[in-house]
């Protein structure tokens, strides 16, 4: 559900302002059953306050062969319906889901699997099953976009612009095996002779699999709404609108996006981070990151 409002105010003769807010609300189904062994299963918080204020402006201090425009809004993100539905039905009961792994795995194998082409004989919900919650403090996911440019006309029929676009997202949805303890240090051999790589190596080991917080289940994917990112760009372009048969757009943007790996779009199980306990060791350059980006485009009639 969602609402908004606007004005368009000419404050002077070359002064423009427009200013608005937006309200949204995801009305998020509920799980029809909850797993008694876990009750979060069974609880979608509703975010109701997501209020989003927009404003933006258009000056001309110098006639019309210079304009200055700026803006700065919050945007709110629906949640993708199969995110939803993907935390209603694996819950245990609604959907048993377990994973089994072969000898050839480097955690272990797991007994009762059957060998291909055999199936699995049907079973009643019990321990064992991978499930799936909403984190308790769940909030809409949202953005804060703003931006300046500038643009002079060079002659009467082009014009050059220098801009800044600024994107800030928060409450993103990341993922997290929320059945885990703290991982442990260990040594593992590593015998790799095609690289060359031979030795022991530290690394942080979670346990065997029959160490859980919670023993009843396997793995709890818990979607969390914690992650944020940033996007820097500087923008440069020119335009020459059509006349005597040409046209053309050229823009040039050097840009820089860091976040902390969050799930995109309707990606359920994706982007979990290496150490649970230590998620902020994710954030970096993230996977959109395009530092250089060149766009032309031309009409010649």
């Not at 404003?55 to 995110?83: A, D, E, M, T």
């Not at 949805?173 to 690289?195: E, G, K, M, S, W």
């Not at 860091?258 to 979990?272: K, Y």
Request: hydrophobic share 35%; proline share 9%; with cysteine.
């Amino acid at each position: 559900y969602g609402g908004c409002t606007q004005d368009n105010i000419k404050v002077l003769s070359n002064l423009n302002v427009n200013i608005g807010i937006r309200y949204e609300f995801q009305d998020l189904a509920r799980p029809a059953v909850t797993n008694p062994q876990f009750p979060q299963t069974g609880q979608i918080r509703s975010d109701k306050n997501n209020f989003a204020p927009r404003f933006g402006f258009s000056w001309s201090p110098g006639g019309q062969r210079q304009v200055v425009r700026g803006s700065y809004g919050i945007y709110h993100g629906p949640l993708p319906l199969l995110v939803n539905s993907f935390t209603r039905m694996q819950n245990g009961i609604s959907q048993y889901l377990q994973t089994y792994r072969g000898s050839a795995d480097v955690r272990g194998a797991s007994p009762g699997a059957p060998d291909y082409p055999a199936v699995l004989p049907p079973q009643a919900p019990g321990p064992g099953s991978d499930i799936a919650v909403f984190s308790r403090d769940f909030a809409s996911p949202y953005e804060q976009h703003a931006n300046i440019e500038i643009e002079r006309n060079v002659i009467s029929d082009l014009s050059v612009s220098v801009g800044w676009l600024f994107t800030k997202g928060t409450r993103l949805r990341r993922n997290d095996d929320i059945n885990l303890f703290p991982p442990v240090p260990r040594t593992i051999q590593v015998r790799d002779t095609a690289r060359g790589i031979s030795g022991p190596f530290p690394i942080l080991s979670f346990g065997g699999p029959d160490a859980r917080p919670f023993p009843y289940f396997n793995q709890i994917d818990e979607f969390k709404f914690d992650s944020s990112s940033v996007y820097h760009a500087l923008v440069i372009q020119a335009r020459k609108p059509y006349s005597n048969g040409l046209q053309f757009l050229f823009n040039y943007t050097l840009s820089k996006l860091i976040d902390n790996g969050e799930a995109p779009g309707g990606q359920t199980l994706c982007c979990t981070s290496e150490n649970p306990f230590r998620a902020r060791d994710e954030r970096g350059l993230g996977r959109r990151d395009q530092r250089h980006r060149v766009n032309v485009a031309a009409v010649w009639d």
